[in-house]
């Protein structure tokens, strides 16, 4: 009872599978989740730059041409994303809102879920400006966990199927990057370069 059936494949598949698009639950979360982001984000980060738009960006502290650089972002925010949505929802609705449900009901279990996906985004915040921190805190990680809240009644009224939920957590996270991105190709996480001493 309330156990996910698909597979790995199924998960990576699932945000570019016209039919979980095309369900509302998705495509509608997708575009309310997204709109709601931007707006946190401006509270947290300040209006999106834009000071970069259009510039040649920079990957791994290398600037490349528009051609090369901008399809290579966006493949490696589309492998890095899909990891990620499928991992965080696999472990926060797969298994502890499942499990919280069969323990506790399911109302329960997709609150305390979401709460727990809310206050474990809390981590994040060694990797926010310093500045910015108590922003984070009131603003952004409540925010998380009321998108935590819909991806669970993504994934409990979508049938206890995580490609509902994989869907609309791949498209939140690699669209509001892509955004960012767009604005500032040269000062993004993709720009820092790597490099070893020896």
């Not at 279990?109 to 206050?119: D, I, K, N, Q």
């Not at 370069?193 to 020896?198: A, T």
């Given at each position: 009872?309330?156990?996910?059936?698909?597979?790995?494949?199924?998960?990576f598949?699932?945000?570019?599978?016209?039919?979980?698009?095309?369900?509302?639950?998705?495509?509608?979360?997708?575009?309310?989740?997204?709109?709601?982001?931007?707006?946190?984000?401006?509270?947290?980060?300040?209006?999106?730059?834009?000071?970069?738009?259009?510039?040649?960006?920079?990957?791994?502290?290398?600037?490349?041409?528009?051609?090369?650089?901008?399809?290579?972002?966006?493949?490696?925010?589309?492998?890095?994303?899909?990891?990620?949505?499928?991992?965080?929802?696999?472990?926060?609705?797969?298994?502890?809102?499942?499990?919280?449900?069969?323990?506790?009901?399911?109302?329960a279990?997709?609150?305390?879920?979401?709460?727990?996906?809310?206050?474990v985004?809390?981590?994040?915040?060694?990797?926010?400006?310093?500045?910015?921190?108590?922003?984070?805190?009131y603003?952004?990680?409540?925010f998380?966990?009321?998108?935590?809240?819909?991806?669970?009644l993504?994934?409990?009224?979508?049938?206890?199927?995580?490609?509902?939920?994989?869907?609309?957590h791949?498209?939140?996270?690699?669209?509001?990057?892509a955004?960012?991105?767009a604005?500032?190709?040269?000062?993004?996480?993709?720009?820092a370069?790597?490099?070893?001493?020896?």
């Open positions: 009872m309330f156990t996910p059936s698909e597979s790995l494949t199924d998960l598949a699932a945000p570019f599978d016209p039919h979980v698009l095309g369900d509302p639950l998705v495509f509608g979360g997708i575009l309310g989740t997204l709109a709601a982001g931007l707006a946190v984000s401006r509270i947290v980060d300040g209006p999106i730059s834009t000071q970069g738009f259009g510039q040649e960006p920079v990957i791994f502290g290398t600037q490349m041409h528009d051609a090369v650089g901008y399809p290579l972002a966006g493949a490696l925010g589309t492998a890095l994303f899909v990891q990620v949505a499928a991992a965080e929802e696999v472990a926060f609705r797969g298994v502890m809102q499942s499990g919280l449900s069969r323990a506790y009901g399911e109302t279990g997709w609150a305390w879920a979401s709460l727990t996906f809310g206050l985004h809390a981590s994040n915040l060694p990797f926010v400006d310093r500045d910015k921190r108590l922003q984070y805190l603003a952004g990680v409540p998380i966990t009321v998108l935590g809240s819909y991806l669970g993504a994934y409990r009224y979508g049938g206890y199927r995580l490609s509902k939920p994989v869907a609309v791949f498209w939140y996270d690699f669209l509001l990057e955004i960012a991105f604005g500032d190709p040269k000062h993004s996480p993709l720009s370069s790597i490099g070893l001493r020896f």
